[in-house]
């Protein structure tokens, strides 16, 4: 048993602790930042009027959407290869948010598809894979609530999401080339709005204001998750009487 | 400890057998974390899956939508089947339950609600979801709702009595889908049919009051049908 | 005495049994009182838990009769599962759901008024007081078998099943366990209730107790 | 009795282990009579079903053809996937295999070969029939059954990391599809997209060999994940 | 003799296992060489199943160290494959293959020199010879057993598992039944082998033996 396997957590509760309310604020700045240039600054879009506006929530949702996945990827190496306790945590605290941002990028993009394509759903490339993508988080989440043993439960997870990242891009290509192979019904999304620096600039905000929240909220689950994991070790103990 | 105490037999009246077998395996289903939830995964990704194999024709989908939203209603419940009996029966349960207090169509009948619950229910609530992602409408998604409700639970009454035959047999979840899925046709017609009927404007009402009057039948005879091939299995 | 009014008795006439082309019991003839126990022996694979099971009405005998109660032992009727109590080699316990909700569950189908003080006070007697909010697919072989036992507890007390088919009771068990079980059973006996048990260890019952012993047959 | 042997490690060579593990598999598939054929009707019937519950027109059909067969080929393998460890799980076999002399992949390699000779074969020969009776015809039939036999391998193997991360879990069957569906999308697609475009005449290679890389990746890595698996969830 | 060759021994230093809150050993050191013995005692639930399963290697112990002819047993280690035969509360029976396939079966999992003469001498031994084209699924309960007991009688003269995990091997035995057990592991031992068995119950081996009582901790 390595040394770091047993301290990181007890250290890293503190340090997440401390940080946490840094993370919400910015969150919470850039999001009302990046919104107000969203909503009122930039200019309305000539062809779609004012709906474009989602893009500032859609687009941003998206891309978290799928780099979460890659980041449990990465956390799901840590914990098959040096088997570090913290990182197996850390996926599990990922989870929900990147499954929430999958769901808001459906969402929002079905909301704006209804007035640009007059259909809430088309079976896109982009749309398909987001839906499996979704599915892959939530086969994780499922397979971690199920079994019933921590130790094991990390383990099974961190294999399939493994697994999973592997067939991610596999997936993406095969969705983007069987739509292709009959042309569907789908407009292609990068079709040219110009987009102006503006917009450019809220999009990035509210991106940044993404990650921000990710991370606070993550380290929230991931304190969660340590004291009901260590619940009964020491440090835990004295945790819990301080607060008391 | 040896207070004289009536016969317990005067307690156990039929309606308390069917709650004790209901709590139990609703407990049950709600213990094991997201078991809820996993036939209805089960259902969304499967109905996601037949857009990927025919093509993203919107037209040519919602023409086959209510068909397909049918058919993987009643194989999501039919992959559920297992948990109304196996368990029970691996562990010795079902010996303690057959040798109990409470005549086993009362506890089969329990056994039967929970799994609608579980299973029936989500199903049919999530459904439009699925309609819409293939085009359908207000009515349209409505008659698939009415149709489930009702069809549901004969799917689970039907199902109980191929499951509880197949119990100790290897291979046994398959083998019972052979049982279970010709008994399921009539349903799936007159599910389908309504939902059918309903988007080429033709009136619904005979295919859904068919299903209505399987399920009264259901209701009456499939406890005790269950009960026996409980029997048949446990000799 | 509590049960004399529904003194138990069971009648077992020439009853046999066959497995494929085997014979495994043929002519079988006993009868079981209040109070008392019969205890079956033999080599492995002789037919007691065939046995037991014929009498619980579990398998269908292909000769002779099991009489419980003046009634015939059919598969579940009534008078058999008001009356018996039947704990083969599986311990009905469901993975997922604590010790004591295990117990109460396997309560629930004899009688619905066992107070919870009662089920924990049943635990503690076995030993699985400190155990009692813990999942059973966590516990070990012999603690397993002590839910069972923390059931049979209960029962001469309570739910009134008077007759016990019991089978390798002792099973997994250590040295304290069996010894709590023999106890069970005496006081069981003295309640007017009467039980079968297959076992290849001495067991010690005090009181009436009479021996089966069943050979293998050619 | 105690003569002196070479030590059997010698003898027991990784080829051994997987024909060890797959004999064991095949034998037990032919005992338990009729698990053979039950893959193989589970498929039948499914497939059987659409017409039923989409309607009787002949053009529609032959244009959902291919999916509905790969969809439903694609579930009776996944059906079929809790065989590969269950039983041995709950029997305390799986143990004894990870404790034998062979390296677990290569038993989890054995495995996957009997499962796919007791599934997918089956289906691949079984496809061109209920292809014609949606109207397909000779080339598309064909390649249908080309796309099958590249692609139900993956399958198995893919099931197989899946069978083994539920082992011991309530639900599991279900919770299993879960985990499996998403993964089976590629297949899906190809085999399918090489069905489609045989009807409408486009080249078909692309797709099929597609499958094939796919095919040869699995064949190195999936065997080490299986066993990955396994041990998980015999700790 | 046959293995002095590769003697076997098991060294244990500071073995630790934690399940949940509860400690179930700590600091546990012991060893073992070839002919020697080692029986688990102590009351349900002490932590015999879970320290055989560590010796295995199927479980991972929280602190300390399991050396296995001079390697440290990691999960599934070819050393340890070689070396462990392991035997726990299942069976390991495919109810739909007969007896002597079952045994074929797990031999074939070991070596590949058992020849049907010697499975059949060894099904003749623990008295299942007329059972072994029966199908698995119908023995009794020490039926099952004893094929685990023919696998192990063969695996003393063949296979050369030299230490042998035993978890309560004489559960639902016979009296002839467990006398074959110990006559089966003393020849094991006399012939250089090794043993740790769990068990509550008496076994009278023959030749060095040590026990190891396990106390329940606070
Ligand atoms: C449920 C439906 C939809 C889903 C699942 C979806 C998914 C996605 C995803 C995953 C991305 C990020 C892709 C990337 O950056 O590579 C994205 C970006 C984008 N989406 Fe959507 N989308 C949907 C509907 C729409 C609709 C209806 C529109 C507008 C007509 C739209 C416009 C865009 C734009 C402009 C971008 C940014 C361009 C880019 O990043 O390349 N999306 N969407
Ligand atoms: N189909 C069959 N053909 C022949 N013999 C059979 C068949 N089925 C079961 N048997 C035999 O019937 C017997 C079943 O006995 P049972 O399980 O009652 O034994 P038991 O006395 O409980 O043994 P144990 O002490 O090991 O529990 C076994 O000997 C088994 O071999
Ligand atoms: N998550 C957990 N939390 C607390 N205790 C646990 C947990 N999991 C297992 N245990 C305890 O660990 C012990 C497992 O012991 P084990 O099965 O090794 O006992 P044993 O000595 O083999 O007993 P037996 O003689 O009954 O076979 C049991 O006492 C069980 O209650
Ligand atoms: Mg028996
Ligand atoms: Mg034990």
Redesign the interface.
């Known amino acids: 048993m390595s040394l770091f396997k047993y301290s990181a957590p007890s250290s890293f509760y503190p340090l997440a602790g401390k940080l946490v309310p840094w993370f919400g604020t910015l969150a919470f700045v850039a999001a009302v930042i990046g919104l107000y240039l969203g909503l009122f600054v930039a200019p309305e879009d000539f062809q779609q009027g004012e709906v474009y506006r989602i893009i500032f929530i859609h687009v941003p949702t998206a891309w978290m959407a799928m780099f979460i996945y890659l980041l449990m990827a990465g956390y799901a190496v840590l914990t098959l290869v040096y088997q570090t306790r913290l990182s197996a945590m850390m996926m599990e605290a990922l989870a929900p948010t990147g499954a929430m941002f999958t769901a808001i990028a459906l969402w929002t993009g079905a909301l704006w598809g209804k007035p640009t394509w007059g259909t809430y759903w088309a079976w896109d490339a982009r749309m398909t894979s987001t839906l499996i993508l979704l599915f892959l988080y939530v086969g994780y989440i499922a397979l971690v609530n199920a079994i019933e043993d921590k130790k094991r439960a990390d383990k099974a997870g961190a294999l399939l999401v493994l697994v999973g990242s592997v067939n991610v891009p596999i997936i993406y290509f095969s969705v983007k080339w069987w739509n292709t192979l009959h042309q569907g019904a789908s407009v292609s999304i990068t079709q040219g709005n110009k987009m102006a620096a503006i917009m450019l600039a809220a999009m990035a905000i509210m991106a940044f204001a993404c990650w921000m929240y990710s991370i606070a909220v993550a380290f929230c689950r991931v304190r969660a998750i340590i004291l009901e994991r260590e619940g009964q070790s020491q440090w835990v103990k004295s945790i819990k009487e301080a607060v008391s | 400890m040896s207070a004289v105490l009536p016969r317990a037999n005067e307690l156990t009246t039929p309606e308390r057998g069917v709650w004790v077998a209901m709590r139990r395996d609703l407990r049950l289903a709600v213990r094991s974390k997201g078991e809820l939830a996993q036939a209805l995964a089960f259902f969304v990704i499967v109905v996601s899956l037949f857009p990927l194999a025919i093509g993203p024709e919107s037209a040519l989908l919602k023409r086959v939508a209510p068909g397909v939203v049918w058919v993987c209603a009643l194989l999501a419940v039919m992959l559920t089947l297992p948990r109304i009996f196996q368990s029970d029966y691996l562990d010795g349960t079902l010996e303690q339950l057959a040798l109990s207090r409470y005549p086993l169509p009362v506890l089969c009948a329990g056994k039967m609600i929970a799994h609608w619950l579980t299973t029936g229910v989500p199903l049919a609530i999530t459904a439009p979801l699925l309609g819409l992602q293939f085009g359908l409408e207000g009515r349209e998604l409505m008659v698939i709702v009415a149709g489930l409700i009702l069809g549901t639970p004969i799917l689970t009454m039907l199902g109980a009595i191929g499951a509880a035959l197949v119990l100790g047999v290897r291979g046994g979840s398959i083998l019972m889908a052979l049982l279970v899925l010709p008994l399921y046709i009539p349903v799936l017609i007159f599910g389908a049919g309504a939902a059918e009927a309903s988007m080429v404007g033709v009136d619904v009402t005979a295919n859904l009051s068919l299903l209505a009057a399987m399920l009264l039948i259901g209701m009456v005879v499939t406890p005790f049908a269950a009960a026996a091939a409980v029997k048949i299995s446990l000799d | 005495m ?1 049960l004399a009014a ?1 003194a138990v008795t069971l009648e077992v006439k020439g009853l046999g049994l066959a ?2 082309s085997r014979c495994l019991f043929a002519d079988l003839d006993f009868s079981l009182v209040s109070g008392h126990a019969l205890i079956l022996r ?4 002789v037919g007691k ?1 065939s046995l037991l099971r014929v009498l ?5 005998a292909d000769s002779g009769s099991v009489v419980l109660q003046a009634a015939r032992v059919r ?2 009727a ?1 008078h ?3 009356n ?3 704990i ?10 604590t010790v004591q ?1 295990n117990l109460a ?2 309560l ?6 066992v107070t919870l003080a ?1 089920q924990l006070g049943a635990l503690d007697a076995v ?1 699985l007081g400190d ?1 009692r909010d ?2 059973a ?7 397993k ?2 839910v069972g036992l923390a059931r049979l507890r209960l029962n ?5 099943k008077s007759m016990w088919l019991l089978d ?1 009771p002792t ?7 069996s010894a709590l079980f023999v106890e069970t059973v005496n006081r069981h006996l003295s ?1 007017g209730g009467a039980a079968v048990i297959a076992s ?2 001495p067991l010690g019952l005090s009181g009436p107790v009479a021996e089966l012993q069943m050979q293998e047959r050619a």
């Open positions: 509590a529904d497995r494929g033999g080599p492995n694979g838990t619980a009405g579990l398998t269908i598969a579940f009534p058999v599962r008001d018996v109590l039947y083969g080699h599986a311990n009905a316990l469901k993975d997922d759901l909700e569950d396997q629930a189908l004899d009688t619905n008024d009662d030993h155990r813990m999942l697919r966590r516990l070990s072989q012999g603690q078998r002590r001469c007390g309570l739910a009134h390798e099973n997994a068990l250590d040295e304290q366990g309640m290849h260890l």
